[in-house]
């Protein structure tokens, strides 16, 4: 199969992402202004619930589907036979999956009371199954999968403010965002007979596939554990409205990660590829660059968003969501840990076939952010939760540096933070100043302009002085676009 390169790949991944980020900007101020913290909360925790059914409907699929995928994808036959053997266990789980979230909603009086919501969220479990998305990342087939999210997100876009118009349409935007979310996954069914033979090829070999699904299956509940946890213990032990205050915050921080970990995303199938042809010197490479990517990345990210945790607040939603601000300030530092997790788990251990090591690394993040959950979450709330998910993911970091050293520390030592130290100083200084000139912050276009205004600022200021610094990565960056400008042909990656 012809590849695509990995530029290419980062372009409509960077597409995909921008849409992440401003469909959310247009949607998120009107939604939770309408539904408030309690009725957003609501929404937000049967989410957090029903992933835990589709974490067990999925085994291991998502992630160990790209590798398996990625490796055969040369012989239609062999791929063919890989879909066809993880799609069907996907299906059986699934089934199972269901027979349990049923007993449960009737059971459980925390989900009975609930019931309309909970059924309408508990369609991700099907649409995650037939959606084999983990077939289309393995083929690195990132335009079809752009166009296509983008596609049903303009549609979600337009029900939102066509059908959400009270507090008691929460179930409405829970249906509504399982559509923008997996209403493409009938697309992949169909779409999928262009790649794979779809009649059945029998003789499977289900049994090849259960020690890698098993390990990437304790990945996902490992990871699965210790992002929706506080979101799941902010519910049970608190109320609707902190699980609100608290998916402000993190609504936020999940679409600046998408940011972070846009590179590391596209970079799995080709890295898998590498390993499996022996490709040492290519691997290596593009593992620097996505290192290089993280740090020139993240750590602003996090540094402006925190300064201006505020303003993003009362932009994306109201003065009711005051509650937010802290816990957003706790958790920005989490794009730095896991923008390097991703890198070092998903690009280094996983193609390595050292998934084990991300495991034991989730494993331990899980045991360490359930313990601070029950501590600190009955007397912070959501602020507590922050605090966990926090701990949790520099404790995965840890873990994986651990287990990468030997790789990577050379890689570490070749960057020049000092270039990095004073942009950041110097973004900071500048942007802050222009902040204390304005004035009504906690109006919502106030702080539209303010973060307008000190972002262009901040994030302009930070990239001309790494470039005037001579910064490798950005200077790379700066003659491949004028190479494409001039409309000069350059070597394909």
Known sequence: MKQTSVKKNFIMNALLTMSSFIFPLITFPYVSTILSPSG????????????????????????YGIRACAQVRDDKEKLSRTTQELFIINLMMSILAYIVFFICLFKVPRLAEEKPLFLIISLLIMFNCIGMEWLYKGLEQYTYITIRSVLFKFIALLAMFALIHAKSDYVIYGAISIFASSASSLLNFIYARKFIIV????????????????????????????????????????????????????????VLVSIVTSLGTVLLPRASYYIEHNEKEQFENITKKALNFVILISIPLAVYFTLFASDGIYFLSSQDYTGAIRPMQIIMPTLIFIGLTNILGMQILVPTGNEICVLYSEVAGGIVDFIINLILIPSMASSGAAIGTLVAEFVVLIVQLHYTKDFVADIFKSFNYFRILISLAVSIFISSFFKDLQILSSLRWNSFLV???????????YGLLLLFMKEPFVIEIKNDLLRRFKGEKHEKV
């Open 40 to 63: 957003y909360g609501s929404v937000t925790f049967a989410t957090s619930v029903i992933t835990y059914f589709s974490m067990f409907a999925q085994l291991g699929i998502p992630t």
């Open 199 to 254: 009649k059945p090829m029998g003789h499977y070999n289900f049994k090849r596939h259960l020690r890698p699904i098993g390990i990437f299956f304790a990945m996902s509940c490992a990871t699965t554990v210790y992002t929706n946890l506080d979101t799941v213990m902010l519910g049970f032990m608190k109320t609707n409205t902190d699980v609100g205050y608290y998916q402000a915050a993190v609504k936020i921080k999940t």
């Open 451 to 461: 973060i307008v205004i000190t972002g262009i600022i901040f994030f302009g200021i």
